[in-house]
C-alpha cells in the first residue's frame, strides 16, 4: 500500500484540477480539503474522489471557477446558489457569510443549493468554532440513483445526507460530523477498492438480505442499498436532511422528478450562532469543559470526544504519510497521466 507525503500530494492533484479549467487558487484550496479528509482518516471523501471530480468537470457538471451568488433572504438569513462550482471552495464562501452574519445579529442561517460535492462538511464546521461560533450543518445529496434505503425498505430513495455540529472549546474543539447511513458511501467505494469487508449492518442486498460485501454496491449484479444508523433514528435524520438542505434551500430532493445526473449535487442548511451573545451565561466554556471532563473520567484515555479520533490520525499520517490502496493510487496517477503529468512528478509524490 502506498504511503504519499501530503504537501506534495496537494500540489499534485491542484495541478490536475487547474488542467481541466480551475484558477490556480480554486485548484488549492480543493486539493487541500481533499488531502486534508485522508489525513483526517475519512478516505471516502478524499483521493478517490479526484478522478471523479476531472471527470465531472471535462462533462462541464462542474463549473470550476464558479462563485456561489445570495439568490434569497434577507438580514440574518440567505439563500445562495453555488453555480455548481467546486462545493469545497463555494461552501467555504457561504459559510464565512454566514459566520459574519451571525456576528452581526447572534444567529443566522443559510440555505446553498446547486453546488458541486462539498466535500467534508466537518471542514465548515472547524471554520465556525475557529471564530467562536456554533455551527450545525445538514446536507442532503442528489448524485445518481439514491444509495440509502428508509427504514423497512430494502431499495435506495435516499442519499448518504451527513449532520454536523461544530462547537468552540480549548484547546480542541467538538466537530460531531456524521453521515446519517450506517456509513458512508466513500467508505464501501473504499472497501470494495481495498477486498475488504463492511461492518455487519451497513447493506442489504437488492433481495433485503443483510451483507458485509462491498460488491452489492460496486459489484456487477443487481445493486443492493446502504442502511440508516440506528434504524429508524437514522432514517429520520436522513428525511429531515432531505427536507431541510433540499426542499427548504430549492436545490431538489431525491424524489423521481429530480434530475439525477448532473454530478454530484449537494444542497446545505447552515446555522451560525455566536454564544458570546448569551451574554446572561457567561459560564458556557466552562460548563463545556465539565461535562467534556465528566464524561472521559467514565474510562480515562478510551473515552474520545467528537473530533479525537480525526485528530489522532491527522497526526499519525502527518508524521508517517497517507496511506492509499492500490486502486485509488492506480486510479489517481492514471487520471494524472492522462492530464499530461510526468510520471516522474506523479511518483514524486511517494515516500
Given at each position: ?18 488542467r481541466?479549467g ?27 474522489l ?15 471557477n464558479?462563485?456561489a ?23 467555504r ?37 475557529a471564530?467562536g461560533?456554533?455551527g ?33 472549546k ?38 433485503g ?21 440506528g ?11 432531505e ?58 484515555g478510551?473515552?474520545l ?6 485528530r ?16 485509488t ?7 494524472a497521466s492522462?492530464?499530461?503529468?510526468a ?9
Open positions: 500500500m502506498p504511503q504519499i507525503a501530503h504537501d506534495a500530494l496537494i500540489q499534485l492533484v491542484a495541478e490536475m484540477l487547474r481541466v480551475a484558477e490556480p487558487p480554486i485548484a488549492q484550496q480543493v486539493a487541500a480539503d481533499l488531502v486534508e479528509a485522508n489525513l483526517q482518516g475519512h478516505d471516502s471523501h478524499g483521493m478517490q479526484v478522478p471523479r471530480y476531472v471527470e465531472n468537470t471535462e462533462k462541464q457538471l462542474i463549473t470550476p464558479a462563485l451568488e445570495q439568490v434569497g433572504g434577507a438580514g440574518s438569513l440567505a439563500v445562495w446558489d453555488g453555480r455548481m462550482g467546486y462545493g469545497q471552495c463555494i461552501g464562501q457561504v459559510t464565512a457569510a454566514g459566520i459574519a452574519a451571525a456576528r452581526e445579529h447572534g444567529l443566522a442561517g443559510f440555505g446553498l443549493r446547486n453546488t458541486h460535492h462539498l466535500g467534508r462538511i466537518g471542514a465548515y464546521a472547524e471554520m465556525a468554532v471564530q461560533m456554533i450545525i450543518f445538514f446536507v442532503n445529496a442528489v448524485s445518481g440513483r439514491p444509495v440509502v434505503a428508509p427504514f423497512g425498505g430494502t431499495d435506495g430513495r435516499m442519499g448518504t445526507n451527513p449532520i454536523c455540529i461544530g462547537i468552540p480549548s484547546p480542541d474543539p467538538i466537530i460531531l460530523d456524521f453521515a446519517t447511513s450506517a456509513i458512508a458511501v466513500g467508505k464501501v467505494k473504499v472497501a470494495f477498492n481495498a477486498g475488504k469487508p463492511v461492518p455487519p449492518g451497513a447493506l442489504v442486498t437488492h433481495e438480505e443483510s451483507s458485509t460485501d462491498a460488491a452489492v454496491m460496486y459489484g456487477q449484479g443487481p445493486r443492493g442499498a446502504l442502511l440508516s444508523f434504524a429508524h433514528k437514522g432514517y429520520g435524520l436522513a428525511l429531515v436532511c427536507i431541510l438542505a433540499g426542499a427548504l434551500t430549492g436545490g431538489g430532493t431525491n424524489q423521481p422528478a429530480t434530475p439525477n445526473d448532473r454530478g454530484i449535487v449537494n444542497g446545505m442548511m447552515g446555522i451560525l450562532l455566536d454564544p458570546a451573545r448569551l451574554a446572561e451565561n457567561p459560564g458556557f466554556a466552562a460548563e463545556v469543559q465539565a461535562i467534556c471532563d465528566h464524561v472521559q473520567a467514565s474510562a480515562p478510551q473515552v470526544l467528537p473530533g479525537d479520533p480525526e489522532r490520525a491527522k497526526a499519525q499520517r502527518m508524521a508517517n504519510g497517507i496511506p492509499l490502496d492500490d486502486v493510487w492506480g486510479d489517481l496517477s492514471a487520471c492522462r492530464l499530461g503529468i510520471e516522474a512528478a506523479i511518483r514524486a509524490v511517494l515516500l
